[in-house]
């Protein structure tokens, strides 16, 4: 079994965390993972991007290449849109729907592609999106998207729920792991 | 585990006593890892420079020490680095060097293997986080058994990955006394002349010996008709997308292990070398008379490799390539909400200042909305290109050299000396924020703490710039953008050397009030709000507006717009 997982966003959403979680729970359940992430300049407000390459032989590369992504975790609508080549033909996109208008969109320099819901659509072998934000923030903290996110796409992953909670548990701090649990739940209802 | 993470480790597995580096992306987090060990001294150093010099102190009082950095920092460091390679080490010494191929987070590409082979160290290169913990601990035994510092390379992709890592526990080490030997260590003309005959009668042992080292791995495949010699990163690239064929994998790629190179180039039917960056490698075997079927004519010399690159050089299916978006809009990075530099960078962009500019977070001020930076070139060159201008022009008149804290004590200081010292009249703006924002907010001597986060001295970057004979230093809240704006202009309009230090922290270190702004019906949508460049603030049907989640309340935006129609949601909550 190979599972490729590409988490992205942008800088300051929080993507690195779901990126570790999903590294700890491969851990646990004994498969061989590696994660490839962005830190520096990026990580101001820019496009960042997380691999997960789980397998239960061992992880050559630690990059998912265009073509190669079984699930992509979008936390913005553009982004989705932007490393939409990397997913498999029948692959499943999760994203939310929030958008983050980027600098040169807001001043004018250039556009946001039109129709962006159709291509999502007609892109992927499945798409689940839905306003992450709103149920995360309804959970007690828009920090949460993450959460929310991941509980969407645990159907896709082979982990059982209490190894998520546990996981959970943790990797978020102890005051906040009622909520994120709660956050991780409402994302699987979704 | 991070592979930096797992160097942090392997040192500390190792003994290692004493670290000392100067943060930079991809290798910060090395340092920052070894600071969580007790049994460990770090610290940040105000430069590589300084760093290798106090790793070298610490092996010859003895212990085995390290110093990291990012590939750029070792052209600072490289004098101290070619010397101490002659002279050799007492106890065991590591200099760590992260590249950036594909320039992630850099001003460039360069290739730090290069720096290792002119200046005769060994170079140690890593693939996956394992190999970072077991190559750094094999690192120690090397720089030991043949006296001399090593060099490890290691890249982006290997530091900021996470691989599994068996962990170890640490063999303490006795110190080794000290002995005088100004022979070895006083590297004056007559000794170095010997020296240098020393390395060179090392480095040919090593690249001997390595031959029979486990880091080199050959991997003779089904497949023989193809030989493909690599190392670090692009072993993985190339092992998956050719796992058939043969592979020579480099753990050491300076001294290169030439009999054992030559043995294997015997053995395959053709060979190749897939190495990002400079042919460093191929030239070499070339240079043997060894035929290379494919190098640098097949691969580039920019950017990354990738399995899908290889594979289709070879011929192989790729999956097929989906929709092209290469129509997204970009989205470059942005100073965050709350960022004390936006006022600066308002104010220069308004008075269309030339700016000679400096490497940190405000470099993002050169893109729009703000677009106010003429130059960067690498730290601390600011305030020389400043100096160089104003001598050029015979005019200092609404220009100034803007840098951080940091890089003011990196290297500014030596420029604002040359300053005072050779009759400029320019004006110097230190951004000081208390801390080292680009690279993850690290501690440095203007910020009040060292790198195990104790308490330390703060230097006052006031008494310090007039200590350099700088009359006029004056001090600002980068928020108080009218007051600023004056300032700027007298400043730049004296005719006499100053310094404006804009004194605010850094959005991410202090609590911000967190109380969303919002736009009244007062607004005239005359944008000037939208000139800051703040990530809170779109344009919603027509319209500035500041989206709450993002928002930290920072007040910047009442203060630029012309109308008082930006309040805080919390006064707007009291008018009702
Ligand atoms: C020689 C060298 N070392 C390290 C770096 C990595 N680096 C880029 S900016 C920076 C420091 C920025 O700190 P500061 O000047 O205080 O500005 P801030 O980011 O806090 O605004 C560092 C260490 C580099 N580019 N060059
Ligand atoms: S990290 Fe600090 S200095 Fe850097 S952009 Fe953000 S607020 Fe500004």
Known sequence: MNTNILIVGVGGQGTLLASVLLGNLALENGYDVKLSEVHGMSQRGGSVVTHVKISDGKVGAPLIEEGEADIILAFEKLEAYRWLPYLKKDGALYVNTQQILPMPVIMGQAENPADLDRVLQENTGSLKAFDAMKIAEECGSSKAVNIVLLGAASKDLPFSDESWMKVIGENVKPKFVEMNRFAFTKGQQA | MLGNEAFARGAWEAGVRVVSSYPGTPSTEVTENAAKYDEIHVEWAPNEKVGVEVAMGASLGGVRSLSCMKHVGLNVASDSFYTAAYTGVNG?????????????????????????????????????????????????????????????????????????????????????????????????PAMARKLHVAQEERLARIAEDSCEWDINDVQMGGDTSIGIIASGICYEYAKDALPDVSFLKLGIVNPLPKKLILDFASQVDKLYVIEEGQPFIEEQIRAWGVPVKGGKDMFTIQGEYSARMIREAFGEDVPEEGIDTSDAPGRPPLLCAGCPHKGLFYVLSKLKTTVMGDIGCYTLAALPPTEAMD???????????????????????????????????HSGITGLINMSYNGSKGTVIILDNRITGMTGHQQNPASGKNAKGEPAPAIDLKTLCEACGVKHVVEIDPFEVQDLEKIVKEETARDELSVIITKRPCAMIVKQPDIPNVITDRCKNCRMCMKIGCPAIEIRDGRPFIVSGRCVGCGLCARVCPFDAIESTAKAGEGK
């Open chain 2, 92 to 188: 065991g010494m590591v200099v760590l060097v992260a590249d950036d191929n594909g320039c992630h987070s850099s001003q460039n590409e360069q290739d730090s293997r290069f720096h290792g082979r002119s200046a005769g160290v060994p170079v140690l290169e890593p693939a996956d986080s394992q190999e970072c913990k077991d190559f750094i601990k094999l690192a120690y035994d090397i720089s030991e058994k043949y006296d001399t510092l090593v060099l490890i390379r290691s890249n982006t992709r290997v530091s900021h990955s996470r691989g599994i890592v068996e962990l170890g526990e640490r063999t303490e080490r006795e110190i080794i006394p000290y002995e005088k030997n100004f022979r070895k260590y006083v590297a004056m």
């Open chain 2, 375 to 409: 130059s960067t070139l690498c730290m601390g060159a600011s305030i020389g290109m400043a100096h160089g201008f104003e001598k050029a022009t015979g005019s200092k008149e609404n220009t100034v050299a803007v840098l951080g804290d940091s890089t003011f004590i």
